[in-house]
Structures are given as structure tokens and as C-alpha cells.
């Protein structure tokens, strides 16, 4: 066997991405050019590197996913035609026009150097700003479209338990670039609150290290939440087989 096919026991290692999608309404004048006059959005769906390139307005993909990536497939809704995406070669996207929100299935394949399954995520293609004061109310396109652009991205860690060596070779010769401490831009998701406009004219989103941290927070809390709710269940397990053990022996004594 080659030295490359030895996994390297105990050794985890992960690389950020962010899923999610940016909409924008369509201009009547934009509309009036589509096969489709009922389109009313246009959107990119997309798998990234969670890091944003300083010069440019597009969230995250500051890195080129490739070395790792092999394939993305993005599922769409049944009204579109082809459904399945299929998208070999970066950037990890896909862009369409619509008039409807949608649950969009991302299946990720990895270099085959990795060995590993490919992962399905599933992502809310959001069309519709967000609205400050939670309430599911959908403005009209003529104010929509003075939000701006909206965004729904998701921050996560692909992790790779015991790695091929001559994967975590790849890996490790293609370090992440670090995200940014502060924020300098909004958070990736819009409070476009219809009291202030201002909200949601902060320009592109983009993901920071403060929010990895809380996400890695949460993961933290739900497993804690589970251990303790397994421990819970445990002891519920521990008091019912008293509990039979007893009535058992009332029923042999009965006998
Ligand atoms: C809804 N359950 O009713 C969702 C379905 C479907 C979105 C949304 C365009 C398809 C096409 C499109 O936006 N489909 O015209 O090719 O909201």
C-alpha cells in the first residue's frame, strides 16, 4: 500500500465555507427581456470560502474551493427545467431567475484523494427581505427593490476526521484565508426593517471570526444540551427497570 492511502489517526482538520444565496428584484425593464414575464427575481445560489475578497462585493469566496471540491450539485425547485445543477469547476454557483422561495438541496462531492462521502445541505433560497419586526409580511416588489440586494448565508466547518496523508498534504497546502476580526461590513443577514431603509444599505455582507466563534458557541451548547438530555433519559431508563424488576417480582410471588 502506498504511504499516500495511511490515514492520519486522531487528526481532525476543517475548512470554513458559507452556503446561502443573494436575490435582487428584477427592473420592469429586466423583466419585460425574459421568456418568463413572471419571474420577478433573479438570485445566486452558491458554496464558497467563508472569507471575502476585501475588493469585492460578493459574500465570501476569498478561496478557491477547488483543491478540495469536486463537485457541487444544486438541486432545484421541480418548476425549474434541469433540475439538478451539476457544477464541476469553480466558482461552486449557480444564478437563475424566479418568482418563488424554495428548499435547495447542495450535495458536495470531494476530491477523490479524500475518500470521503459526499455531504448534502439544504438551503431557503430567501427572495424576500428580512423584516426587523419578524412578522412573515411580504413587501411589494416597488419597495423590495429599495432594500437592495438580499442575502441568506450560512457559515460552516467541513471537518475531516483521520485524513489520507497525502489529502491532509493538500489541505494543509492551501491554509484558509483567516476571516477578519471586526466587522467592517453588515452581518450576512439583512435586518431590512421598512421603519430605516438605512439597515439594509450596508453594502455586502460578510462573515467574521467573532461569528465562527458563536457558532462553534452553539454547536458547544446543543451538545451539552444532548449529553444532558441523554443523561436524563438514562436514569429514566434506570428507574422504569426498578420499577419492572419489582412488579416482576410481585407477579412471581403471586405465582
Ligand atoms: C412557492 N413552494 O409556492 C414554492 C415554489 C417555485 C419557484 C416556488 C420559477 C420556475 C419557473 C420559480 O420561481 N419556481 O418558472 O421555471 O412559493
Given at each position: 500500500?502506498?504511504?499516500?492511502?495511511?490515514?492520519?489517526?486522531?487528526?481532525?482538520?476543517?475548512?470554513?465555507?458559507?452556503?446561502g444565496?443573494?436575490?435582487?428584484?428584477?427592473?420592469?425593464?429586466?423583466?419585460?427581456?425574459?421568456?418568463?414575464?413572471?419571474?420577478?427575481?433573479?438570485?445566486?445560489?452558491?458554496?464558497?470560502?467563508?472569507?471575502?475578497?476585501?475588493?469585492?462585493?460578493?459574500?465570501?469566496?476569498?478561496?478557491?474551493?477547488?483543491?478540495?471540491i469536486?463537485?457541487?450539485?444544486?438541486?432545484?425547485?421541480?418548476?425549474?427545467?434541469?433540475?439538478?445543477?451539476?457544477?464541476?469547476?469553480?466558482?461552486?454557483?449557480?444564478?437563475?431567475?424566479?418568482?418563488?422561495e424554495?428548499?435547495?438541496?447542495?450535495?458536495?462531492?470531494?476530491?477523490?484523494?479524500?475518500?470521503?462521502?459526499?455531504?448534502?445541505?439544504?438551503?431557503?433560497?430567501?427572495?424576500?427581505?428580512?423584516?426587523?419586526?419578524?412578522?412573515?409580511?411580504?413587501?411589494?416588489?416597488?419597495?423590495?427593490?429599495?432594500?437592495?440586494?438580499?442575502?441568506?448565508?450560512?457559515?460552516?466547518?467541513?471537518?475531516?476526521?483521520?485524513?489520507?496523508?497525502n489529502?491532509?498534504?493538500?489541505?494543509t497546502?492551501?491554509?484558509?484565508?483567516?476571516?477578519?476580526?471586526?466587522?467592517?461590513?453588515?452581518?450576512?443577514?439583512?435586518?431590512?426593517?421598512?421603519?430605516?431603509?438605512?439597515?439594509?444599505?450596508?453594502?455586502?455582507?460578510?462573515?467574521?471570526?467573532?461569528?465562527?466563534?458563536?457558532?462553534?458557541?452553539?454547536?458547544?451548547?446543543?451538545?451539552?444540551?444532548?449529553?444532558?438530555?441523554?443523561?436524563?433519559?438514562?436514569?429514566?431508563?434506570?428507574?422504569?427497570?426498578?420499577?419492572?424488576?419489582?412488579l416482576?417480582?410481585?407477579?412471581?410471588?403471586?405465582?
Amino acid at each position: 500500500m502506498s504511504n499516500d492511502r495511511v490515514r492520519v489517526r486522531g487528526l481532525s482538520i476543517f475548512r470554513p465555507i458559507i452556503y446561502g444565496n443573494t436575490a435582487t428584484v428584477l427592473t420592469p425593464k429586466e423583466r419585460e427581456s425574459l421568456s418568463s414575464p413572471d419571474h420577478t427575481h433573479k438570485w445566486t445560489v452558491a458554496v464558497r470560502s467563508a472569507a471575502s475578497n476585501p475588493n469585492s462585493d460578493i459574500v465570501g469566496g476569498a478561496d478557491d474551493l477547488s483543491y478540495f471540491i469536486k463537485r457541487v450539485v444544486f438541486k432545484l425547485h421541480e418548476t425549474y427545467p434541469n433540475q439538478s445543477r451539476t457544477v464541476d469547476k469553480p466558482p461552486f454557483e449557480v444564478s437563475e431567475t424566479g418568482w418563488g422561495e424554495f428548499e435547495i438541496q447542495i450535495r458536495i462531492t470531494f476530491i477523490s484523494e479524500s475518500g470521503e462521502k459526499a455531504i448534502l445541505l439544504y438551503h431557503h433560497l430567501k427572495l424576500h427581505p428580512w423584516n426587523a419586526t419578524g412578522e412573515a409580511e411580504i413587501p411589494p416588489l416597488d419597495v423590495a427593490i429599495k432594500y437592495g440586494p438580499v442575502h441568506s448565508w450560512q457559515y460552516d466547518e467541513i471537518v475531516f476526521n483521520d485524513p489520507f496523508q497525502n489529502f491532509l498534504s493538500i489541505l494543509t497546502a492551501h491554509p484558509p484565508t483567516p476571516l477578519p476580526k471586526g466587522s467592517k461590513r453588515p452581518v450576512p443577514f439583512h435586518l431590512s426593517n421598512p421603519a430605516s431603509l438605512e439597515a439594509s444599505k450596508g453594502g455586502t455582507p460578510e462573515f467574521t471570526t467573532q461569528m465562527a466563534k458563536e457558532e462553534a458557541d452553539r454547536l458547544d451548547a446543543a451538545k451539552k444540551e444532548v449529553l444532558a438530555q441523554q443523561e436524563a433519559m438514562r436514569l429514566q431508563i434506570v428507574e422504569k427497570e426498578k420499577e419492572l424488576d419489582s412488579l416482576q417480582r410481585q407477579l412471581n410471588s403471586m405465582a
